[in-house]
């Protein structure tokens, strides 16, 4: 069992920098993959990075790559989530996901969730 508690989230001007952090709790973080997913208004959710337990492998989103790192600290029981050159399309609730075994981008493959955290991106 894991239980997941976003921070972070604010309002930012487009172009400027955002780092979103999940705290996990429960046994054997380091054995969970670990993801992000955002949900904008009237949308439905969608798949932004996710990383492996040992932080080797990546997968992003297309709409993120080369602008958003996901990242984690083990001892911390902590992923993150750094997010740069924002726009305000990346204006959504953003949640942090978990599961065992190899990363995924589906919402259905994940077991845990958190509560999510707002990000608001204003032009």
């Known amino acids: 069992q894991v239980q997941l508690v976003e921070s972070g989230g604010r309002r930012v001007q487009a172009g400027k920098s955002l780092r979103l952090s999940c705290a996990a709790s429960?046994?054997?973080?380091?054995?969970?993959?670990m993801a992000w997913f955002r949900q904008a208004p009237g949308k439905e959710r969608e798949f932004v990075a996710a990383?492996?337990?040992?932080?080797?492998?990546?997968n992003y989103g297309d709409s993120v790559k080369g602008r958003f790192t996901i990242s984690r600290d083990n001892a911390k029981n902590t992923v993150y989530l750094q997010m740069n050159s924002l726009k305000p399309e990346d204006t959504a609730v953003y949640y942090c996901?978990?599961?065992?075994?190899?990363?995924?981008?589906?919402?259905?493959?994940?077991?845990?969730w958190g509560q999510g955290t707002q990000v608001t991106v204003s032009s």
């Open positions: 429960g046994r054997s973080f380091s054995s969970y993959a």
């Open positions: 990383q492996g337990w040992s932080g080797g492998s990546t």
């Open positions: 996901a978990a599961r065992l075994g190899r990363i995924l981008t589906m919402t259905d493959s994940y077991d845990y």
